[in-house]
């Protein structure tokens, strides 16, 4: 569930050992967000500047106010993500994938959000914000953090990682995210 006006568009990044998915959000009537198309499958290798126009397409193609739907009807789009993924199934992707978040503010501005999970199993089970480790992407001491922090730090140097090609006004640059 999101919170009102705390971003206005979502992307997801599924980083794998031999594969990184990007995937769009869209957000339900009921106020989450659901995975969905487009669904992207890049090699770890991939430039910064492919990761980067991955995510800038995943965040344009996500759609507000679609309709929620029922699990069963849910299915084929966490079928998608798996298959892009080269598992058999979202219990899989979800059991070895790390997570990586890139959402747009209402601002414009954009912030990655890394996510530890918590198993498949028990009360922390799933995706979990890291939001001490977010930061926004930019080329400047400005935008960047004034002290190391620990959690920031591993989030940086694991899924997302500080650099690369995403800007928030959609022009490749040498400021920006590496997912």
């Not at 995975?35 to 290798?45: F, N």
């Not at 995510?55 to 069963?72: I, N």
């Not at 966490?78 to 219990?91: F, I, K, P």
Request: net charge positive; charged share 20%.
């Amino acid at each position: 569930m999101t919170r009102p006006g705390t971003r206005t568009r979502l992307a997801s990044a599924y980083v794998l050992s031999d594969t990184i998915v990007v995937v769009a959000n869209h957000l339900t009537q009921a106020g989450f967000w659901l995975a969905g198309r487009p669904v992207v499958r890049l090699l770890p290798e991939a430039t910064d500047a492919e990761l980067g126009a991955a995510a800038r397409a995943a965040l344009q193609s996500g759609l507000a106010g679609v309709p929620t739907l029922k699990r069963a009807e849910y299915t084929p789009y966490l079928r998608d993500l798996a298959v892009a993924a080269g598992v058999r199934s979202w219990a899989a992707l979800e059991k070895s994938a790390r997570l990586c978040n890139v959402e747009q503010l209402p601002s414009g501005a954009l912030r990655v959000v890394p996510h530890r999970h918590g198993g498949t199993r028990g009360d922390a089970a799933g995706y979990h914000e890291l939001p001490e480790a977010a930061f926004e992407p930019g080329g400047n001491d400005d935008t960047a953090p004034r002290r190391s922090h620990p959690a920031r730090d591993r989030a940086v140097t694991g899924p997302c990682r500080a650099r690369g090609h995403l800007t928030s006004d959609g022009t490749d640059g040498a400021t920006g995210i590496r997912l």
